[in-house]
């Protein structure tokens, strides 16, 4: 394989870690306070587990918006300047 390939693919897989980091990140936290919260107070609806985390995963999407698209846009700019050093 070319190592060119093989780079882009590594840096691609780095990349969505990156950015999916910071929303995982809070879900699990937060996910990890109202399960305690829902253990102390003996209540067990669903509701009260899953509107929090989605409500976090959506204020850090917000947050790390700008982060993401400069981080998503170095990456395409990388591609596409290695797909222009290609010769066909």
């Known amino acids: 394989m070319d190592p060119a390939l093989l780079s882009a693919g590594r840096e691609a897989v780095l ?3 990156a950015i999916s ?3 995982l990140g809070a879900a699990l936290l ?3 306070l109202s ?3 829902q253990a102390a ?3 067990q609806d669903h509701a009260l587990g899953a509107v929090p985390r ?3 995963v959506l204020v850090v999407v917000g947050l790390a918006a ?3 698209a400069a981080r998503v846009v170095r990456f395409g700019q ?3 300047e290695a797909a222009l050093r290609v010769a066909p």
């Open 15 to 17: 990349v969505a870690l």
């Open 21 to 23: 980091a910071p929303s």
């Open 30 to 32: 937060v996910g990890l």
């Open 35 to 37: 399960g305690a919260i």
């Open 41 to 43: 107070t003996q209540v």
């Open 54 to 56: 989605l409500v976090a």
């Open 66 to 68: 700008p982060w993401t």
């Open 78 to 80: 990388t591609c596409l």
